[in-house]
């Protein structure tokens, strides 16, 4: 089974920007998860998607938003970029179980490296 | 609440030593304590977890120790490896009534294991 593929792998921004980074979960899984990673911050969680509605969301302003395909793959865009914006933004899914979809295990992909000029 | 501490931000260990990595937490909802492990230029991967109705679990080298009254939990890396340096990132999971859940991380630690 391939994993999660994230896409572009890198990305060079100016401030003022909007970009549009795109996911794709692994084969089955209908849950996918966005996290922004920075060095001194860890794992920071976004959102999260199920069935193409987002059903968690972390403490980030309005300028990050996201989206959920039929397909489940997703895309998550950050408008008016500033220079804190910059950091390696991870896309995990999670499988879908009899009892329900549960976030104890998440497959992530290898991320995106955003850089903000 | 939702915040999980993680100490110490780096670590370096020599080959065939014990590495140890703390978390701690305040709120008592987590139900689920899982270790990621991450290598340069991969993400995060699950490496072992434990539900705090258990006080230790072992995988291997790798054990976690958790100490559900003093709302903390260790990793610790027996025999470690030059293989073992990487970034870990403790969690907790929080499911606030539903089945899913969402992870809260630790800042993570940055383990060197010296050959």
């Known amino acids: 089974k391939a994993g999660v593929t994230q896409t572009p792998r890198y990305l060079i921004k100016t401030r003022g920007q909007q970009v549009t980074l795109s996911c794709s979960p692994i084969s089955g899984h209908r849950s996918v998860s966005w996290y922004q990673q920075t060095p001194g911050q860890g794992l920071q969680f976004l959102f999260e998607y199920f069935s193409e509605t987002q059903r968690n969301k972390g403490n980030f302003p309005g300028r990050f938003s996201g989206r959920q395909f039929s397909n489940s793959r997703s895309e998550m865009n950050v408008s008016t970029l500033e220079l804190g914006d910059s950091a390696l933004y991870l896309c995990?899914?999670?499988?879908?179980?009899?009892?329900?979809?549960?976030?104890?295990?998440?497959?992530f992909g290898s991320g995106t490296q955003l850089s903000v000029l | 609440q939702q915040q999980v501490k993680q100490s110490p931000q780096s670590l370096i260990v020599q080959k065939g030593g014990i590495s140890i990595i703390n978390c701690a937490y305040e709120n008592t909802a987590f139900d689920y304590f899982p270790w990621y492990q991450q290598f340069p230029g991969k993400g995060p991967a699950l490496l072992i977890a434990?539900?705090?109705?258990?006080s230790e679990k072992k995988e291997g080298r790798f054990t976690i120790s958790f100490n559900k009254s003093a709302k903390q939990f260790s990793l610790h890396i027996m025999d470690s490896q030059p293989g073992d340096s990487a970034t870990y990132f403790c969690?907790?999971?929080?499911?606030?009534?539903?089945?899913?859940?969402?992870?809260?991380f630790g800042q993570g630690t940055i383990l060197t294991v010296h050959p």
């Open positions: 969690a907790a999971l929080w499911r606030g009534g539903t089945s899913y859940g969402k992870l809260t």
């Open positions: 995990a899914s999670s499988p879908h179980r009899d009892r329900g979809t549960t976030n104890e295990k998440l497959f």
């Open positions: 434990i539900r705090p109705d258990v």
